[in-house]
């Protein structure tokens, strides 16, 4: 165990002599604490409790400030009304396509004119279209704006599962519909999160189904993702009588943690075994197995172990088909018995190929089917059956595949392709033809054939080659004039794979260039990719970050006075330790809802299972890695600093909004720079998820107008106020 001692005072001197635009600084009340030896000084850890008078005024006064200031800039509406006449051009936006096996489609659809999508369903691809639900029906007396954030049908179609959430708090409720009646059940479930974890899982009698439950929904709880269930509920029940199936209380044998997930995964309605789980933020996690019929007893039984290193599996009859990673950074394919298994040396399917790394798999009943990229951004399609393998060519190159089957007893294999300037595409292919299913309208236009896309590596600071997507128009000279976005994450083995997106073109349309970095700690080259930027070895992810942008400086796509960065959750951490680093090489930093504070990630509502990824205060080893990603702790006194606009949610169930305040307070008082340093911390928003059409919107056009301002667009500097 390691010691830690407090002591608190406030600091007078000399940071409370500020010029006149320092003012308005956060008041510092210094927390020195001592961690395996060494002194660490927090000037703003009372700034945590957000509900504190003082921090709640400063805040309000921020918000303010930089309201004000980017409503100044006239132009930011133009980002607006271009995102909504991309929006127009398609007749609709079809999302969260759910197939069962009697071919019944239940899907989300969007009208241009509609600030959320409905729920609709076809009994076959070509059957006529029927509305089944609007989330606006959930609570017609509310003011609030509904989502629906997930759905999921049962076997044959006739019930479906809606999860409904507001104001970006992806925690939801959940109702039950009569497909055949289009009936709305009287039951709603409380305290479900199935978008983020589990799903829902249909038991074979279509009544009945295995769900995550969340005993705290308060996300500024320490308990909130404390002792999670997987619990069975049966329609017609009260919600409130659900049966623990799978837990830590529950299943004490098996010595299940307190901030494990445990959730339960059953894949056809003809498999004989329940598969249960317990992933958190890692790719890797325990699992365990009970025959479905002895569902109402503790009989599970291990499985295979994290060190097993499955990504992925399929069960087929007695037999359990997986991805793993084991011995093959880039991942294998692999099978074994779940009666008498051996995930140590078990038979290989799809041995490891050096310069690809298998991304995903399905099966069919014709054969195992496997997506494999190079670099994360080029994307291929293989079927393996017996000893031979076949390419299956799509009409263009797509830098990203997805697959789905419709199950081991048929043919149907169902391909989403996208790329950086193609809009999503859905084929079946089976086992012949690749036959077109798109439900949405793709977009083309010969705007997005004006734009290059450059994907090349770079050299880092060790040598290592770093893949880097750069997006731009024709004819655009590489003078170190344009102002250029770079975007990366870097974080959980999550790749940054190509995608389709209206508002990065819409960046480039508007003379920028746009990059994407796939540095260390994300998946784009495999396992290896994520441990080079994992707890001691995270410093490589803001180093291939920095290397990345002094690549495009050097070869003059931009210079360090047009160049803005943008990133995330676990990516703040990149951008936060990027312009700590390198404080001069940006005009600006733009951190959406960040991992600013790492030193205090386990003081968050989910931090606990946030250790699997970036360490624990207790190891001193992990201590002196959470304390080099902290970019808080990293900030100079008197230093010059870049532009920052930082943005947080209220609601944000992942990463809490006091990383984002804690970052402002010190930031503003420690930068000796002219550049601006906003905050906007939202009431009604969480993680950027599961908002509304126009609240997205308006985030987008934020950050863009931000980062053309900065970067010296002349149509968007601020007007006078009047």
Avoid at 163 to 179: A, N, R, Y
Avoid at 366 to 379: E, F, I, P, R, T
Avoid at 639 to 648: G, K, N, R, V
Avoid at 688 to 708: M, P, S, Y
Wanted: glycine share 6%; net charge positive.
């Amino acid at each position: 165990m390691y010691r830690k001692f407090v002591f608190i005072f406030v600091i007078l001197s000399p940071y409370l002599i500020l010029p006149q635009d320092k003012k308005d600084i956060l008041p510092p009340k210094t927390v020195i604490e001592i961690y395996h030896g060494q002194k660490i000084e927090d000037p703003y850890r009372y700034a945590e409790n957000l509900n504190n008078p003082q921090v709640s005024q400063w805040i309000q006064t921020q918000n303010k400030i930089s309201t004000d200031l980017l409503n100044r800039i006239e132009k930011k509406q133009y980002l607006i009304d271009k995102q909504i006449e991309f929006d127009t051009k398609k007749e609709h936006v079809i999302t969260k396509l759910k197939v069962t096996e009697n071919d019944n489609h239940f899907y989300l659809k969007r009208l241009p004119n509609e600030n959320a999508p409905k729920l609709y369903y076809r009994k076959t691809f070509s059957s006529k279209e029927e509305f089944l639900y609007d989330p606006k029906e959930f609570d017609p007396n509310s003011k609030a704006e509904y989502i629906i954030n997930y759905i999921q049908p049962n076997w044959d179609g006739s019930k479906i599962v809606v999860s409904i959430t507001t104001k970006g708090k992806e925690v939801s409720q959940m109702i039950i519909i009569d497909v055949p009646l289009k009936k709305v059940l009287p039951e709603v479930i409380d305290n479900a999160w199935p978008s983020y974890l589990g799903g829902v899982t249909w038991l074979p009698d279509n009544t009945s189904f295995i769900y995550l439950h969340y005993p705290c929904i308060d996300v500024t709880s320490m308990e909130f993702l404390n002792n999670t269930k997987s619990v069975l509920y049966k329609l017609g029940d009260d919600p409130k009588s659900i049966k623990e199936i799978f837990s830590y209380s529950n299943n004490p044998k098996l010595k299940l943690k307190e901030d494990d997930f445990p959730i339960i995964k059953f894949e056809s309605k003809e498999s004989k075994y329940l598969i249960g789980k317990t992933p958190g933020v890692g790719s890797y996690y325990n699992s365990y197995y009970l025959p479905i019929d002895e569902i109402e007893t503790k009989n599970w039984k291990p499985l295979f172990k994290k060190s097993h290193q499955v990504k992925k599996s399929i069960l087929k009859g007695d037999s359990i088909i997986f991805q793993t990673s084991k011995n093959a950074p880039n991942f294998k394919i692999c099978i074994t018995s779940i009666i008498n298994p051996n995930f140590d040396n078990p038979k290989i399917l799809v041995k490891e190929n050096k310069h690809e790394v298998i991304t995903g798999f399905e099966l069919t009943k014709d054969g195992l089917y496997v997506v494999k990229s190079k670099n994360g951004v080029k994307a291929s399609l293989y079927k393996y059956d017996d000893k031979t393998i076949k390419e299956i060519k799509l009409p263009k190159v797509y830098g990203n595949i997805n697959i789905t089957a419709k199950g081991l007893k048929y043919s149907e294999l169902w391909i989403t392709a996208i790329g950086w300037t193609s809009d999503n595409k859905r084929y079946e292919y089976d086992n012949h033809n690749l036959i077109d299913k798109n439900l949405n309208e793709t977009i083309s236009s010969k705007l997005f054939d004006e734009i290059i896309v450059e994907e090349i590596e770079i050299e880092a600071h060790d040598g290592e080659k770093i893949p880097l997507s750069i997006l731009y128009k024709k004819g655009t000279q590489k003078d170190g004039k344009n102002r250029l976005l770079m975007d990366g994450y870097g974080a959980y083995g999550i790749s940054f794979t190509p995608t389709f997106s209206l508002r990065r073109l819409l960046w480039v349309l508007e003379g920028g260039i746009f990059a994407t970095a796939h540095v260390r700690g994300g998946g784009e080259k495999g396992d290896a990719w994520h441990k080079g930027g994992y707890k001691s070895t995270k410093p490589n992810t803001w180093k291939d970050f920095i290397s990345c942008a002094e690549y495009l400086v050097s070869q003059k796509y931009t210079s360090k006075e047009k160049l803005a960065i943008w990133s995330g959750s676990a990516g703040g951490i990149m951008v936060g330790r990027a312009i700590t680093e390198k404080p001069d090489l940006f005009a600006a930093a733009i951190i959406e809802f960040g991992s600013l504070n790492m030193l205090r990630s386990e003081m968050r509502a989910n931090g606990a299972t946030n250790i699997k990824e970036f360490g624990a205060l207790s190891d001193s080893t992990e201590f002196k890695s959470l304390l080099k990603m902290d970019a808080y702790h990293h900030i100079k006194y008197g230093e010059e600093y870049p532009a920052t606009l930082l943005t947080a949610g209220l609601n944000d169930a992942r990463v809490p909004a006091w990383f984002s305040v804690k970052f402002a307070a010190k930031l503003l008082m420690a930068n000796i720079s002219e550049k601006k340093n906003l905050l906007l911390i939202d009431k009604d928003a969480g993680h950027g998820i599961d908002n509304t059409k126009l609240k997205q919107f308006e985030r987008f056009a934020t950050v863009f107008t931000f980062a053309f301002w900065q970067t010296g667009h002349p149509d968007y500097q601020p007007k006078n106020s009047r």
